[in-house]
């Protein structure tokens, strides 16, 4: 047994879990950088081996995806959506479900994570100013942006990884996932009502308007033409992804060119928008992983799984095995880790469904909630754990129990 690279491992895993080495001011992309230069350092993992270990397509995907949503981000399309959804007029109620539902929609087709970033202070903004309390509201943006993430392979990091890795067909893996997700939509709404109970008006007084205000400055305006140039781009490659036959990291970098190709929106702050850390956690694990693979610790993992009687080749252990773990690690490195064992043919649908429904049990369990709560925090709207955990609990079992459910009738 190679005992660098078990420590080397158990250091990165624990950093997944707790966010950080304590005593160092590291997060979880350092850990896995910092991981995977070691092996190189050491010599477990040559330079060329580390290279091939990274996935590139999929990090092409990751990336061309990224330019797409910074392009709608800049031209303040997130802004002028935010506005018009909090701005309706309908009850409460039916604001709650109007954001759910164009919150789940935007997260199947962009990065989930990018869409809380964008739409959780104007959503503070926005109910601050018709008195309503944003907490619930906020809640059901976090768990509508895991639940609609996971109807397609291109609406979270986990879910593009499982479908390059895999070779899934998109097409496909909607037609696995898609019932699930807005059935877990419904859950959403009907649960964050249910925990609200009637009690939407404001219990305290808003921050201070000068903060609102400064915030409502900060956000970009809307400007229809690159908007719709984003649009457009981004539903040719959907189309592309569904019917075109070519490789869709290919076609996500073709949509990225174009949209770097702009005399009015500077390339500098498109790229800028970019989520550089999340790729580089993509590239730390990949390396770690692989040297984990190559020096036997994997197999030696799964043979004493099945002499246990766990058999992570079938789903009726990976699905829960997959949540569990997404809630300890984190559901990208939970998957890097499942991944190997993918072998039956709904272990794609199984390893995405799971993973990202689980990211609502706690307001760790994904980069949304954490983006969602932070966002609110710097406008004084606190979003504790115990107020998710009211609401992430109950919808994070339901909506697994109806992904099970779903994927067992499709097995039969």
């Known amino acids: 047994m190679d005992w660098v690279v078990l420590a080397v491992f158990a250091v990165v895993y624990l950093g997944m879990l707790v966010g950080e080495i304590p005593g160092l001011a590291l997060d979880r992309t350092g850990v ?54 909090v701005s309706a007029a309908v009850g409460p109620a039916a604001m709650l479900a109007v954001v759910i539902a164009v919150s789940g929609v935007l997260s199947a ?11 959780a202070p104007l959503l503070v903004e926005g109910c601050l100013q018709r008195r309503l309390d944003p907490v619930p509201f906020l809640l059901a943006l976090a768990c509508a942006a895991n639940v609609g993430s996971a109807a397609t392979l291109i609406g979270n990091p986990q879910n593009m990884l499982i479908g ?59 400007d229809g033409w690159q908007s719709g140039k984003g649009l457009l781009v981004l539903g040719l490659l959907v189309l592309g992804f569904l019917f075109a036959p070519v490789p869709r990291e290919v076609l996500a970098l073709a949509g990225a060119a174009l949209l770097l190709t702009s005399r009015r929106m500077a390339s500098r702050d498109l790229i800028g928008l970019v989520d550089w850390h999340l790729l580089v956690l993509f590239v730390g694990l990949f390396v770690v992983n692989h040297s984990v ?89 606190q979003v504790g754990w115990r107020a998710h955990a009211r609401v992430g609990v109950p919808v994070t079992l339901a909506t697994l129990a109806l992904a099970a459910a779903w994927l067992w009738l499709r097995a039969g």
């Open 293 to 381: 693979a190559q020096a036997g610790l994997a197999a030696r993992a799964s043979a004493f799984l099945r002499g246990a009687g766990i058999d992570l080749a079938d789903p009726r252990w990976l699905f829960p095995s997959t949540a569990v773990l997404s809630n300890l690690v984190s559901n990208v490195p939970a998957v890097m880790l499942l991944l190997p064992h993918a072998v039956h043919r709904l272990a794609g649908p199984v390893l995405a469904l799971s993973s990202t429904l689980a990211g609502n049990l706690l307001i760790v369990g994904s980069i949304a909630n954490i983006i969602v709560a932070d966002q609110a925090g710097q406008l004084g709207v």
């Open 164 to 222: 390059q890795t895999l070779h899934l067909s998109f097409a496909g893996y909607l037609a696995d996932a898609v019932v699930p997700a807005v059935l877990g939509l419904v859950v959403v709404w009907a649960l964050v009502g249910l925990a609200t109970r009637g009690r939407w008006q404001l219990p305290v007084a808003p921050p201070p308007a000068g903060e609102r205000n400064r915030r409502r400055a900060d956000a970009p305006p809307f």
């Open 32 to 85: 896995a950088l910092l991981g995977a230069l070691a092996l190189v350092a050491t010599e477990r993992v040559k330079p060329e081996a580390a290279w091939r270990a990274v996935d590139v397509p999929t990090l092409a995907l990751l990336f061309g995806l990224m330019v797409v949503s910074a392009q709608l981000r800049m031209a303040g399309f997130y802004t002028w959506v935010t506005r018009r959804m």
């Open 109 to 119: 087709i962009l990065a989930n994570d990018i869409v809380c970033l964008a739409v």
